[in-house]
């Protein structure tokens, strides 16, 4: 008889494609699947997104085995269980006798490191596959990064694009522009109807994940229940079948939109799905081309979703591993408050702020305006430390893994790596968040009041954020025109606007309720 392999398959590796299954042979060979109170606690991670994990992995577990596999999987109440990765493998291999172990490479630097370090901590061979489901290798994306001034997601997408020949008419951009985000911008209308995504049935081995996870992390943050995520492969295409018929069409109009009592509007809420191997992402672009082809999708709607899958998540996938391992670290603003105690309770005010983290608490999801020009927007204006802004968003969204949370939140959110994500700060006062929402409406500070007890928190500290930042931002030519109308406000009103601000940063300071 061949001596088995151990074959590892992680959490966020739930793609029968996988290259270490791809590397291996059932007939020989062994899959070890672990929940690992190492992975689940390393930041404190939304119990819902651990519950969709351990359940989405149980699924996976039995996928395999219907297709001849031999799975042996951990659970994380059993008793023997060692906690890590590495403890798991080592049990693993000793229980198979295995003459080596076989692992597709994992979604961030402190894994990776580890895992590089297995073949000498457990004396035999580990390899350690690339991972294929992405659409640009690393390789390729630091080629194409070579020698530019500044990465532009845009002249990556294009390239994109023609590699894979996605919305192209021979060398040309399907309805003749790269790019449509220009049609939209459009606020939501509260008459509009939102297709809700489907919600899934919790079954037993749902059922039983959540009852550990309520026993093991009983204060844990956010809620278990109402569960609406989908935890099988099926499921998850269902749900891509729902948002294709129902929502893509006019996912480009409204994206930018946030409306109080609507959570998803017309957004996909597949991001989960997809960063765990549920869903491929050059099926869902292909899908997505093909409602324009056959007309039941407008080109807008369909560019701006292929944008994001094959331009942004992409991109931000290259720069993580092009930055290296100390990018989350990074903090090129000096900005060090500690994070506010209201984006984990909710207790504040702001009723925008309250909105984003009540629906984060319940849903572990917020769309990327929400996470973007809301919390992400306060963060910065405020000067919270990004390293601890970076935790919070890795650990509230059950779609977030570094490779694709830290250059959102590093860089686009927080500028904290000086400008390689994005060519300028999300900085805005409360008018841009009352142009595309309906927080304002019902909120206890008045977004029109610039100074004084009622003024929006936004108003004095983006201005303060951009004066603390003069220097900085003072030659880009997307932003020195916000200095000359600062230059040109009356000397009273400047003064209050930074009173106004130093006020409240000392009430945050404080732990004053704002
Ligand atoms: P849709 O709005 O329907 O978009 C379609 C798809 O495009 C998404 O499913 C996603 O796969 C992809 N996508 C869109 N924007 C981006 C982007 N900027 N980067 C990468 N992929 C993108 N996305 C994550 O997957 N995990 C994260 O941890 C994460 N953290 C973020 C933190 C901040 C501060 C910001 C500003 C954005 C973050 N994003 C993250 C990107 C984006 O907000 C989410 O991908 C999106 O909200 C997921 O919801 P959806 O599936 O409904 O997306
Ligand atoms: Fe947010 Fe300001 Fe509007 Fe209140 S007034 S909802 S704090 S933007």
Redesign the pocket.
């Known amino acids: 008889m061949v001596t088995p392999r151990v074959v590892l398959v992680l959490g966020d590796q739930l793609t029968p494609g996988i290259a270490a299954l791809e590397a291996a042979t059932p007939e020989r060979d062994v899959v070890l699947m672990a929940e690992v109170m190492e992975e689940a606690t390393y930041v404190p991670h939304h119990r819902k997104k651990i519950a969709f994990l351990f359940s989405a992995m149980r699924h996976f577990a039995e996928e395999l085995r219907e297709a001849g596999w031999t799975v042996d999987y951990v659970t994380l109440d059993e008793p023997d269980n060692a906690g890590s990765l590495e403890g798991e493998v080592r049990r693993a291999v000793a229980r198979h006798g295995a003459a080596g172990v076989i692992a597709t490479e994992p979604g961030e630097w402190r894994l990776q490191t580890a895992m590089e370090g297995w073949e000498d901590a457990l004396g035999l061979p580990v390899k350690l596959l690339r991972d294929r489901r992405f659409l640009a290798t690393k390789a390729e994306f630091a080629d194409w990064a070579k020698g530019r001034k500044a990465l532009r997601m845009e002249y990556f997408y294009r390239e994109m694009r023609r590699s894979y020949g996605l919305l192209m008419e021979g060398d040309e951009p399907a309805g003749g522009k790269w790019n449509f985000d220009h049609d939209n911008r459009k606020p939501a209308d509260e008459d509009l109807a939102f297709p809700e995504p489907p919600t899934f049935q919790t079954e037993t081995v749902t059922r039983e994940v959540l009852d550990l996870v309520e026993a093991r992390f009983p204060d844990g943050w956010g809620d278990l229940s109402p569960f609406r995520y989908a935890v099988t492969r099926a499921d998850a295409e269902a749900a891509a079948d729902h ?1 294709f018929r129902h ?1 893509l069409p006019r ?1 480009g109009d409204y ?1 930018d939109a946030m409306l109080e009592g609507e959570r ?1 509007l ?7 799905y ?2 765990c191997g549920l869903l491929d ?1 050059l099926d ?1 672009c292909r899908r997505a081309e093909r409602e324009w082809r056959e007309g039941r999708a407008p080109i807008n709607a369909v560019e701006g ?1 292929v944008r ?2 094959l331009g ?2 992409e ?3 290259g720069v993580y591993w092009l930055e290296g391992p100390d990018y989350v670290e990074r903090n090129e603003l000096d900005a060090g408050r500690p994070l506010p105690a209201f984006y984990w309770t909710g207790e504040t005010d702001m009723a925008c702020i309250r909105a984003v983290v009540t629906q984060t608490r319940e849903e572990a ?8 020009m809301v ?2 927007t306060f963060a910065m204006l405020v000067g919270v430390e990004p390293r601890q ?1 970076h935790e919070w ?2 650990s509230v ?1 059950a ?3 570094e490779w ?2 830290a ?3 590093i860089g ?3 500028f904290a790596d000086g400008g390689v994500v994005a060519s300028k700060p ?1 900085a805005a006062s409360g008018n841009y968040i009352d142009k595309m929402s309906d927080h304002c409406a019902g909120c206890r500070y008045k977004v029109r009041d610039r100074t004084g007890e009622d003024a929006c928190p936004f108003n004095p500290l983006y201005w303060d954020f951009m004066l603390r930042h003069r220097e900085r931002f003072g030659n880009n030519p997307r932003v020195a025109r916000v200095y000359a109308t600062w230059d040109r406000m009356k000397d009273e009103k400047r003064e209050a606007t930074l009173r106004d601000a130093k006020s409240l940063l000392g009430r945050i300071d404080a732990g004053g309720r704002v």
């Not at 999801?365 to 973007?372: D, E, K, P, S």
């Open positions: 948002f929502a996912f994206q998803f017309y957004h996909s809420f597949l991001s989960q997809l960063n992402p869902l979703y994001q899958i942004w998540r991109f931000v996938r999801y917020a769309h990327h305006i929400q996470r973007l919390t992400g802004v968003y890795l969204y779609d977030a893994y694709v949370e250059p959102n939140v686009m959110s927080q999300y």
